[in-house]
């Protein structure tokens, strides 16, 4: 066997140019390390008090628990807070988190709950909600504009999420949707269709007990702005002239 030959160069380095002495055996050993604070050995200590509680405070998620998640996740994700071109770039549980944004943001312009509320809500898991959020402000996506803000003591504040594509926020604005009337006072909510028959039944009731009472006949019959069949009334001049 042929003797390998060291380099005069990996001579030159630490490695092999520096004695093997009583300092070296002594960190070997473990003497030489500086022994660990009282107040590194606190703070690893409630680190480890930390991960513990976490861990016995995972809820087990029983079945029907998990149908109802499901039946959320579902809902949001099949919502029509979001135009089709930019609900074709995401999955299920992506579109259910970023339904709930689109939801918030056109109640209040901005959306600033935090990421575990946004899961609870769409019925998704946090990483779900993440990797939503980091596609959609990806510049390939550019859907909607994230400003965090933290705090030099204590725990950061919510980030806010704001929708900066023309797309999507025209489409919240139009609201595509129906609508019903309700008034003030009583709430009742009835359609255009029903109020428009209410006002009629009521005329024509009148009309029929003017005809049958000549004394109940009113002196003049005047026709109402909102009401379209006026021009087939007649007033008193005409039915008595």
């Known amino acids: 066997m042929t003797q390998l030959q060291v380099s005069p160069a990996l001579l030159r380095t630490r490695i092999l140019s520096r004695p093997y002495d009583e300092r070296d055996r002594y960190f070997e050993t473990g003497q030489g390390t500086k022994p660990a604070s009282k107040a590194y050995e606190k703070q690893s200590s409630a680190r480890a008090a930390e991960r513990v509680v976490a861990q016995s405070r995972r809820r087990i998620v029983t079945t029907e628990q998990r149908s109802k998640e499901i039946q959320r996740r ?95 926020r025209g489409w919240i604005e139009r609201g595509i949707g129906f609508k019903r009337l309700s008034t003030s006072v009583t709430q009742v909510k009835t359609t255009l269709s029903e109020n428009a028959e209410t006002e009629k039944s009521a005329f024509e009731k009148e009309c029929a007990a003017s005809v049958h009472d000549p004394f109940k006949r009113p002196a003049m019959w005047q026709a109402r702005p909102a009401e379209k069949w006026s021009r087939h009334w007649r007033t008193s001049a005409t039915a008595y002239g």
């Open 74 to 168: 579902r809902k949001w994700s099949s919502a029509g807070n979001m135009p089709p071109e930019i609900r074709a770039c995401y999955s299920e549980a992506e579109r259910a988190a970023l339904c709930i944004i689109a939801s918030r943001c056109s109640e209040k312009g901005f959306c600033d709950l935090c990421i575990d509320e946004i899961a609870r809500l769409a019925g998704v898991g946090r990483t779900s909600v993440q990797n939503a959020i980091r596609k959609a402000r990806a510049k390939a996506l550019a859907h909607i504009s994230v400003r965090e803000r933290p705090q030099r003591s204590g725990k950061n504040l919510t980030n806010i999420i704001k929708i900066v594509s023309l797309a999507w």
